[in-house]
């Protein structure tokens, strides 16, 4: 089946430190890949997306790149802020796996200190 | 626009009592789903509908039951609590599954 790997959190920067956030996946077939964020105490925002190899997803100064050869899409920032302090969420749907159901990793927490 | 709409925001029921979380959407979208969020263990798919009058079941579906008998209206229900549903619940909602998920601001729920 489907799976999405993130690494490890709690990932803790300075502000204005470049940020990278690694993501991982497997999929039966040629999927869309997602970055959702999520701010304490809310639900998850849809931060940015890619469908098909090569794009490049960007929002707010993040970016991803859809990578088929390596089955990855990287969540950067150049500089991040304390107010980019979250859990980050990496996610894919694939309607050719025959399954309606998104797949999500288990997220990533981002501190920003000042 | 309101987007997805979750109530009630906070809940404290004891063992053995029942409740239903309602999950309402403004934007057409067909396909709706439920999750627990748990320290730890991620987004856990409950259960999740692909239309009006449809539902499936998701990762962990005991203990829960669901309607969609409405387009715009997502119905969890608990028909006997357990301090292991003690969560915070999150719906999502997307006309699509490659335009992205809408969520909602979550309901948590803590039972004694």
């Known amino acids: 089946g489907d799976s999405v790997t993130q690494m490890e959190g709690p990932v803790t920067l300075s502000e204005e430190a470049f940020l990278t956030i690694n993501c991982t996946y497997t999929?039966?077939?040629?999927?869309?890949l997602f970055w959702y964020v999520q701010y304490p105490g809310e639900g998850l925002q849809l931060l940015l997306k890619?469908?098909?190899?090569?794009d490049k997803g960007s929002n707010k100064g993040f970016e991803a790149t859809y990578r088929k050869e390596t089955t990855s899409f990287h969540l950067e920032k150049g500089s991040v802020q304390v107010s980019d302090s979250a859990v980050y969420f990496c996610?894919?749907?694939?309607?050719?796996?025959?399954?309606?159901?998104?797949?999500f990793g288990r997220g990533t927490s981002l501190i920003v200190h000042p | 626009n309101a987007g997805v709409t979750q109530t009630p925001k906070f809940r404290v029921l004891k063992t053995g009592q029942s409740m239903t979380l309602l999950c309402a959407q403004d934007?057409?979208?067909?396909?709706m789903y439920w999750y627990r969020q748990d320290p730890g263990m991620g987004l856990r798919l409950i259960h999740y509908?692909?239309?009006?009058?449809?539902?499936a079941k998701g990762e962990v579906p005991d203990g829960y039951n669901v309607s969609r008998l409405k387009k715009q209206n997502f119905l969890l229900g608990l028909e006997s609590a357990a301090p292991s549903q003690t969560s915070v619940y999150f719906c999502?909602?997307?006309?699509?599954?490659?335009?992205?998920?809408?969520f909602g601001s979550g309901t948590r729920l803590t039972v004694v």
């Open positions: 999502a909602s997307t006309p699509g599954l490659f335009y992205g998920y809408t």
């Open positions: 999929a039966t077939g040629y999927p869309s």
């Open positions: 890619a469908t098909k190899a090569d």
């Open positions: 996610a894919l749907s694939d309607l050719e796996g025959g399954s309606y159901i998104p797949t």
């Open positions: 934007m057409n979208h067909e396909y």
């Open positions: 509908s692909v239309g009006e009058g449809t539902t």
